[in-house]
Structures are given as C-alpha cells and as structure tokens.
C-alpha cells in the first residue's frame, strides 16, 4: 500500500459502516475503549452527525478505502470548558506505524485552531503492566505529538475481568488571551475554508 496516496477528508454519516468496522476490533478484541458491546449501525451514524454539528470527524482515504479516523469532542459540557476539547482517533490494525494518525492529528489541529480551540485532550485506557488487551503505546505515542500527562485515575475501569487506569493527556496549541474569541462550531466553517486547512494537510510529506 502506498501511503503517498492516503487523503484526509471530512467524513460523512454515510461512512458509519467502514468506520464502525474499524473501531468494532477495539470494542470486541481490547481495552482501548472502554465500551463493551459494538454500537449499533444506526447509533454510530447518529454520532458522526452529532459530532460534526460543532467539531470536527475525519477520515484517512487510501485508494477509496478507510484506513482510519479521528475526531473531536467536548471536554465537559459546561460553557467555560469551550476553549478545550477531547480527541478521538482510531487506524486499522494493519496501518499503523504509518505516519497516518499524525497526519490525522495534524489536520485536527489546524481545524481546532480555526476555531478558536487552545487546549486538546486525551483520554487513554493505562495499564499497570502491559497485557493482552492493553499496553502504554497510546501514551507513547501521544508523548511523540506533543502531549503531556496531567493526571492518572487508578483501577477506574474494568473489562475482561481485569482493572485498568486511565489517563488524561493534554496539548495546547493556542495562547489563553484575557478575553478569547469565541468558539466556530465545525458545521458554520465553508467548504472553501475547510478544503483549504486539509489540504495542507494532505500536501505534507
């Protein structure tokens, strides 16, 4: 496969399938979610459709295929916590170590910024000691993008009959002015505008 040719592209809830049949794997075979039953088709597409009222939902395209996605979503729902949101990113198992999730990150970025976002943040399954189900790689690798590690919850989840921690990460990419503009919500951004931070994106080497 030639990762040359892999695009960023916003999706859309007709991907619901192919992108549930990427993080369907994480549900049934680990503890990288902590969600226990695959959601349903029509549940997932009701996610995709919340998420890019106010935040962005990405995809990575190889050759018409979906390699993998990311998004991202409210920190806490309250009105001051506007200015921070959390990331979502998921890739095929057979793509990784590719360089797609940070090219996936890095157009996330670009869009949160545009919006007037500052603070993004991880929230990451943590195992005591590597298993089966979990290792620390998603901590690794978000320590690679620039995250740093704010706080640690101990044994607060559990799935296959065994405890793990989670994590909080955090990354800020924009100053913290005395009076911050204003949130853009994704949906208002034009295609102009969006075409324009993505391909960027899609330009880098």
Not at 24 to 51: H, S
Not at 144 to 153: A, E, I, Q, S, W
Request: net charge negative.
């Amino acid at each position: 496969m030639n990762m040359n040719h892999t695009v960023i592209r916003i999706a859309t809830p007709d991907n619901a399938e192919e992108i549930l049949n990427i993080y369907a794997p994480y549900v049934e075979q680990t503890a990288i979610t902590f969600e226990y039953e695959v959601p349903t088709l029509r549940g997932f597409r009701e996610r995709i459709t919340n998420t890019l009222e106010k935040y962005p939902y990405l995809v990575a395209v190889n050759d018409g295929k979906i390699l993998g996605y990311a998004y991202t979503g409210a920190f806490k729902d309250r009105a001051a916590y506007d200015w921070a949101a959390e990331t979502t990113i998921y890739l095929s198992a057979d793509v990784k170590h590719m360089g797609l999730g940070k090219k996936l990150y890095q157009a996330l970025e670009g869009i949160s910024k545009a919006q007037h976002i500052t603070n993004l943040n991880a929230c990451i399954a943590y195992p005591e000691v590597d298993d089966e189900y979990l290792t620390q790689n998603s901590v690794q690798y978000h320590e690679h993008l620039g995250y740093v590690m704010v706080g640690k919850f101990h044994k607060c989840g559990y799935k296959f009959e065994r405890w793990y921690n989670m994590v909080w990460m955090e990354k800020m990419i924009g100053v913290h002015p005395d009076k911050p503009e204003r949130i853009i919500p994704f949906s208002q951004f034009s295609r102009e505008a969006l075409a324009s931070m993505i391909d960027h994106v899609n330009m880098l080497a």
